[in-house]
């Protein structure tokens, strides 16, 4: 097809988001920042002295220093080769509360 509006490698499916395949220092201190306004609203509502099912369930999730590294910044997906993959690949990972992995992966 010839003129303006001509195939070209991009438009046969080239890449489309340029994710990188490491998560970069400051999207980690970014993560961590964002792990702990939570937890310092999960502790505001506590001390507030409501009481919520979702509180409960709030409070059984593990604070930000005590998840490990691994948990922090990946996440377990049976389809990987190594189980966990990196949380910037999640779609709204900075809306989604991934604090829960399988013990053992």
Same mark, same amino acid.
């Given at each position: 097809?010839?003129?303006?509006?001509?195939?070209?490698?991009?438009?046969?499916?080239?890449?489309?988001?340029?994710?990188?395949?490491?998560?970069? $220092?400051?999207?980690?201190?970014?993560?961590?920042? $964002?792990?702990?306004?939570?937890?310092?609203?999960?502790?505001?509502?506590?001390?507030?002295?409501?009481?919520?099912?979702?509180?409960?369930?709030?409070?059984?999730?593990?604070?930000?220093?005590?998840?490990?590294?691994?948990?922090?910044?990946?996440?377990?997906?049976?389809?990987?080769?190594?189980?966990?993959?990196?949380?910037?690949?999640?779609?709204?990972?900075? $809306?989604?509360?991934?604090?829960?992995?399988?013990?053992?992966?």
């Amino acid at each position: 097809m010839f003129g303006p509006f001509q195939l070209s490698r991009v438009n046969l499916g080239g890449l489309l988001w340029k994710t990188p395949w490491r998560m970069s $220092r400051t999207r980690k201190a970014n993560q961590r920042a $964002r792990l702990k306004k939570v937890d310092a609203v999960i502790e505001a509502v506590r001390t507030s002295g409501v009481q919520c099912s979702a509180l409960t369930e709030a409070l059984k999730l593990p604070k930000e220093h005590e998840m490990p590294p691994r948990d922090k910044y990946t996440v377990f997906n049976p389809h990987v080769p190594g189980y966990r993959k990196g949380i910037h690949k999640v779609p709204k990972f900075t $809306r989604v509360t991934m604090r829960v992995n399988p013990k053992g992966f």
